[in-house]
């Protein structure tokens, strides 16, 4: 049934067709905010010298075929996950232990963890955190197998972003959906497109209510005298994104009616200060525009610092330890970004040793845990003992995996062939660094036509990911959960034989889902 859903989607398109139907899609997007700023190779500084331009988002022109079983099981098994991460947060004993290796040969790793310690060692002043979550799944065909499974390809637990521009790309598949017969706009024959529907994608709401969860248990004003309380958004320099960002500060301000401001990380320091008189340690925002006006943060929204490239000196870090030390609740907490390093999901899905997932949800379901843990795809360390290693230095075996750091961001993974030269290029100290994962592989060869955020448009054979946006609010001491939802999606779709999978970095368009 996939082979043949696969084989002839989506329906051919003439020249004429395509045309109308990507100048239909490009001014969906301009009218409606499914917009990223210019890359720099597309329109040059010097041309866009004020930052004024945006152009569409990369987006798929068709909806893409995902299995229905999949991505329900993905949707059901989301606050267990949010709930997951949450709990291995709280144990600062067993992250120190996974992490205890890497913090000899990974500075970036070292640098978070001593920004955790440092604040530690003063008392933290909020004990609230705040989970914006991501777990990215790929359907699976197992080799002896015609029913597709859900495999995991990630956990993100800094900066999810894309919720704002995924929902937008979901309203524009389902307006062409909808077109009626006969109407220029509507796609062309396909018993998919006839009688298929795209989910709802709540990633907005979902996302900017946890948000909004955070700010209220912030609860009043801890400043003498008191202040009016703000979320605060800290940003990346040079923002692509920055349209998926404002998605959730518009919710934010026009349905919770909360203040939200944006700061670059590279400013943080200089428009925030925490009262040294103050033992409560509020975090007290001052506008640049309204200097005046002191705004007291309940929650700081971190859509930067999940990089290297985001430390550029060490104020950068001071900036991060001001943040962490402060009262505000963060999303995350230098904690939680630590258990979304690759090593925690490649412990978890070790089956041999400890069974840490059943031990981390030991009041959940046991079936439950079960549905979790068949997600995992295998993998490895690099241990001088591990299997990890023979699979990795073999290419035969290589072949099937992929290498991947304690990275977020995209363009940081090897791939199959490249593992063993790559691994025998860097120092063996260094390979604890890195973590092996067996390749998922898609059900069938997909295809979509693609619009690029520079005018060309691809078409050809597909992979797509999904993403399953979740979040949660909890008690740091004793683990007590006060929020805990699933909400929204995404469907990233790169061509086929690109490895990497980030939209941000150009290796993927947006999508949305029609499922089967």
Not at 20 to 48: E, M, Y
């Amino acid at each position: 049934m996939a082979d043949s859903i696969y084989a002839d989607y989506p329906p051919t398109l003439n020249p004429a067709q395509k045309e109308f139907l990507v100048n239909t899609v490009k001014d969906w997007a301009t009218q409606n905010g499914l917009v990223v700023r210019p890359a720099p190779a597309f329109v040059s500084k010097d041309t866009d010298s004020h930052g004024v331009l945006a152009t569409n988002a990369p987006v798929t022109l068709f909806p893409s075929p995902f299995p229905k079983a999949c991505f329900e099981e993905a949707k059901a098994l989301q606050t267990v996950y949010n709930k997951l991460y949450a709990a291995i947060t709280c144990n600062e004993e067993w992250i120190g232990k996974i992490m205890e290796d890497l913090i000899d040969v990974d500075d970036f790793i070292s640098n978070l963890w001593k920004v955790h310690l440092a604040v530690e060692k003063e008392g933290y002043a909020q004990t609230l955190s705040l989970g914006l979550y991501r777990s990215d799944y790929m359907a699976h065909a197992p080799a002896n197998s015609t029913t597709p499974e859900l495999k995991q390809v990630e956990f993100n637990t800094i900066s999810s972003s894309f919720g704002g521009l995924s929902s937008l790309v979901a309203s524009l598949h389902s307006e062409l959906l909808s077109s009626p017969p006969g109407n220029p706009i509507a796609y062309p024959p396909h018993f998919l497109l006839k009688s298929g529907t795209v989910p709802e994608n709540t990633a907005v709401e979902t996302l900017s209510a946890g948000l909004a969860e955070a700010h209220t248990a912030y609860g009043p004003s801890r400043s003498q005298p008191s202040l009016p309380t703000c979320i605060l958004f800290v940003v990346q320099e040079n923002e692509r994104n920055v349209f998926d960002q404002h998605a959730l500060s518009r919710q934010l301000t026009k349905v919770h009616k909360i203040p939200v401001f944006r700061v670059l990380s590279t400013e943080l320091l200089d428009h925030t200060s925490i009262p040294s008189s103050n033992p409560s340690r509020p975090l007290i925002y001052r506008p640049p525009h309204a200097q005046d006006t002191p705004f007291e943060v309940t929650t700081v929204y971190l859509r930067c610092f999940y990089t290297p490239s985001d430390y550029k000196s060490d104020r950068d870090w001071q900036a991060r330890t001001h943040i962490e030390r402060s009262a505000a609740i963060k999303c995350p907490t230098v904690l939680n970004q630590l258990v979304g390093s690759k090593i925690v999901q490649q412990v978890l899905a070790t089956t041999t040793g400890p069974d840490h997932l059943t031990s981390f949800l030991a009041d959940t379901d046991p079936s439950i845990i079960e549905r979790l843990r068949s997600t995992f795809a295998p993998q490895y360390d690099l241990s001088v003992s591990g299997k990890g290693r023979e699979l990795a230095l073999n290419p035969s075996t290589a072949e099937n995996h992929v290498l991947k750091p304690q990275r977020e961001g995209g363009g940081n993974n090897i791939y199959k062939t490249a593992i063993p030269d790559f691994l025998n290029s860097i120092p063996e100290n260094e390979w604890k660094r890195w973590i092996l994962m067996e390749l998922i592989h898609p059900p069938a060869a997909a295809k979509n036509v693609a619009l690029r955020s520079d005018g060309e448009v691809l078409g050809g054979g597909v992979i797509g990911e999904l993403g399953v946006y979740g979040t949660i609010l909890w008690d740091q001491k004793g683990g007590k959960i006060h929020h805990n939802e699933q909400g929204g999606w995404l469907m990233r779709t790169k061509a086929e034989g690109v490895n990497e999978g980030g939209v941000a970095t150009g290796f993927s368009s947006l999508d949305s889902v029609i499922l089967f």
